[in-house]
T-cell receptor, first 116, second 114 residues
Framework: DAGVIQSPRHEVTEMGQEVTLRCKPI?????LFWYRQTMMRGLELLIY????????DSGMPEDRFSAKMPNASFSTLKIQPSEPRDSAVYFC??????????????FGEGSRLTVL | KNQVEQSPQSLIILEGKNCTLQ??????????LRWYKQDTGRGPVSLTI?????NTKSNGRYTATLDADTKQSSLHITASQLSDSASYIC?????????????FGSGTRLQVQP
């Protein structure tokens, strides 16, 4: 059974460039989360989708960040334009809020972003 | 404010020794508490979950405790192994305006040395 799949695993880009991170949640899961992890701030929730609808995007740092979930099996997180302070590991996680009463999150392996 | 604090920030122990990691929270209303293990370069993986009515739960060499009165949880690792080297993250679930929300601790980085 495939877990949460993220791509790319590593991305190095220059300031000002557009970055798109991709996520395929576990089949059957109805909720998807994007997190950012840094040494200084730990794991921070960026945005949360339920049934493909954004429920809480209060963690999105600013207008440079946007996320979409066009269908139940795919989501993207886009940063445009990217800045060095965006360097972090971005995790996607999914769960089934109906089946998982206690809400275990299943994380992908993360996308490590470095903005020069 | 809903917060989760973990201690220590980092810990180094010798293989075979025991250790205890702490998690204090001010989250309310409390729903449940999970401990996640995050290996370097990987995503977090759930180790155990504690609900309000549970005091102790074991998962192999890992034993979690919960004191809902003092809002404290601990994760005890017995007979540590090199593979236990990882970050351990405490995550507390609570209800926020009718939906479940999560608050993450900053983690304890454990290093087990041979």
């Amino acid at each position: 059974d495939a877990g949460v799949i993220q791509s790319p695993r590593h991305e190095v880009t220059e300031m000002g460039q557009e970055v798109t991170l991709r996520c395929k949640p576990i089949s059957g899961h109805n909720s998807l989360f994007w997190y950012r992890q840094t040494m200084m701030r730990g794991l921070e929730l960026l945005i949360y989708f339920n049934n493909n609808v954004p429920i809480d995007d209060s963690g999105m740092p600013e207008d440079r960040f946007s996320a979409k979930m066009p269908n139940a099996s795919f989501s993207t997180l886009k940063i445009q334009p990217s800045e060095p302070r965006d360097s972090a590991v971005y995790f996607c996680a999914s769960t089934n809020t109906q089946r998982e009463r206690f809400g275990e999150l299943f994380f992908g392996e993360g996308s490590r972003l470095t903005v020069l | 404010k809903n917060q989760v604090e973990q201690s220590p920030q980092s810990l180094i122990i010798l293989e075979g020794k025991n250790c205890t990691l702490q998690c204090n929270y001010t989250v309310s209303p409390f729903s449940n508490l999970r401990w996640y293990k995050q290996d370097t370069g990987r995503g977090p993986v759930s180790l155990t979950i504690m609900t309000f009515s549970e005091n102790t739960k074991s998962n192999g060499r890992y034993t979690a405790t919960l004191d809902a009165d003092t809002k404290q949880s601990s994760l005890h690792i017995t007979a540590s192994q090199l593979s236990d080297s990882a970050s351990y993250i405490c995550v507390v679930s609570f209800m926020d305006t009718g939906r479940r929300a999560l608050t993450f601790g900053s983690g304890t980085r454990l290093q087990v040395q041979p």
